[in-house]
Each structure stands twice: as structure tokens, then as C-alpha cells.
């Protein structure tokens, strides 16, 4: 996979806030890419990318993608957090493209927590 820039990322991040549109009132899901330092280092741009092309190839559009540094679990990078409407937040821990596309296809889009891939549900404040 090709390097990103700092200016890469923002562009990929106006596309994709240009291409959600949240229903009126919120949305049905929130999915937060921990990409601190050691969250890229592990590969967060490749669980980026993966829940980017679920968004288009779905053409959904009440999911909100969002990004934030490090959540203090340095060695169990790459790692998201997955708020449904009315839930309680999950943290999935050591994630792959293939794992993350599972993850938005069980949980974000059906509701169902992918234990095998979760480290904890609550903790956070839902949406």
C-alpha cells in the first residue's frame, strides 16, 4: 500500500464527509479509526480505507466515520470503537482490513457485536 500524506488524509476525509448524509436528527452509527502514532504504525490507514469503500460500495449514508489518537492500548493496535444509536460503545481491538469489513457488515449495518474481535461494550458516552 502506497504511503499517505498528512494532505491525503484530509482529502479522503472532505470525500467522505461530502458523501454522508445524516438523516435528520442523527445518524445509526459512529465509527471512530483510532489512529494515534502507534495506531498508524499498525495499519489504521488499511482499516480507513476498508470502512471508506463499505461507505461507497453500500452508498450509505447515516454512517458517521470518525478519527481520534491513541486510546492508550498501544500494542493492541489497530483499534475502533463502533457506537450504534441508543448502545453502548465497543472497542475492537487488532483489526485487519478483512476483520474491519466483517465488523461493519455484522455490527454497523446489522447490529450484532463481533465478540471474537471486541475487547469491551460501554465505558464511553454513545451519540
Avoid at 469503500?53 to 447515516?62: A, L, P, R, T
Amino acid at each position: 500500500m502506497a504511503k499517505l500524506s498528512i494532505e491525503d488524509l484530509k482529502k479522503i476525509k472532505e470525500s467522505v464527509q461530502a458523501s454522508v448524509t445524516l438523516r435528520e436528527g442523527g445518524s445509526r452509527a459512529k465509527v471512530n479509526i483510532h489512529m494515534g502514532t502507534c495506531g498508524i504504525a499498525s495499519g489504521a490507514r488499511g482499516i480507513m480505507t476498508a470502512v471508506m469503500d463499505e461507505i461507497e460500495k453500500g452508498d450509505i449514508k447515516d454512517v458517521i466515520l470518525t478519527t481520534s489518537g491513541c486510546a492508550g492500548l498501544c500494542s493492541r493496535e489497530p483499534m475502533i470503537t463502533v457506537e450504534l444509536l441508543g448502545s453502548a460503545p465497543v472497542k475492537y481491538i487488532d483489526l485487519t482490513p478483512d476483520k474491519m469489513r466483517e465488523i461493519f457488515s455484522e455490527h454497523v449495518l446489522g447490529g450484532k457485536i463481533l465478540e471474537k474481535y471486541a475487547l469491551s461494550v460501554g465505558s464511553e458516552t454513545t451519540f
